[in-house]
């Protein structure tokens, strides 16, 4: 699976949009961008995925570039229930594992 | 509903002891994994079940860990011999299907061994 770039840390003020960031450069035709999110002492929790389409559910948004080198999750209205670790993984189809790297921990600040 | 279960949330063992973690994964689901997560990093694959096949053990760090799941249903992971670097969060996920990118993984919050 291709491998995802983070930033380390990130603040966003409470009730602003949180706009998560992550590189690609190397993904391929078959694999999708996952993200997921791990609140302190829980386990992962799946947020969205998608392939080459932007995605929305009642968690989050994923915009993915046109040449799908980087996407971006956007919590729209964060709270502080969102301060989490947020991972970008990218997963072939086919492929059952999931590959974490050490993500982006997100702090939301009151 | 019941998300996926781990027992026990805690284990303290003393180096040189088995030990044997309980995964309980959603009902009626295929696929069935294990990860390790040491402090302050991502989760690490472990192994991977289909039903009661164990299609995937190539991230099992040594011989003294083994996990089974013999009625393809619940799942345990035996470490054997423990040692202080085994001292890490265990996290099992389920999967409704097998291959299916629609399929996400729901995790349990995991068990935290401290080898001692």
């Known amino acids: 699976d291709a491998k995802t770039t983070q930033p380390t840390s990130m603040d966003c003020a409470e009730g602003r949009a949180a706009n998560l960031p992550c590189n690609h450069s190397?993904?391929?035709?078959?694999?999708?961008v996952y993200w997921y999110r791990q609140i302190h002492s829980q386990g992962p929790q799946y947020i969205i995925h998608?392939?080459?389409n932007n995605e929305t559910n009642e968690m989050a948004s994923l915009i993915i570039t046109e040449d799908r080198k980087s996407s971006t999750l956007i919590l729209p209205h964060a709270t502080l229930r969102d301060t989490a670790v947020y991972y970008c993984?990218?997963?072939?189809?086919?492929?059952?594992?999931?590959?974490f790297g050490t993500g982006t921990r997100l702090t939301i600040i009151p | 509903g019941a998300g996926v279960s781990q027992s026990p949330r805690y284990k303290v063992a003393k180096r040189g002891q088995d030990v044997a973690l309980r995964c309980d994964p959603i009902?009626?689901?295929?696929?069935l994994f294990w990860y390790q997560q040491a402090l302050g990093q991502g989760p690490e694959f472990l192994t991977y079940?289909?039903?009661?096949?164990?299609?995937?053990k190539s991230g099992l760090p040594s011989d003294r860990f083994f996990a089974e799941r013999p009625e393809g249903s619940v799942s345990t992971l035996k470490i054997q011999r423990t040692q202080q670097e085994d001292s890490a969060v265990y996290l099992c996920?389920?999967?409704?299907?097998?291959?299916?990118?629609?399929?996400?993984?729901?995790f349990g919050n995991g068990t935290r061994l401290t080898v001692t």
């Open positions: 996920a389920s999967s409704l299907a097998s291959g299916g990118v629609n399929s996400p993984l729901h």
């Open positions: 190397t993904i391929s035709g078959n694999e999708y």
């Open positions: 998608g392939l080459k």
């Open positions: 993984i990218v997963r072939a189809f086919g492929n059952e594992k999931l590959t």
């Open positions: 009902s009626g689901h295929v696929s």
């Open positions: 079940f289909q039903n009661e096949a164990q299609l995937d």
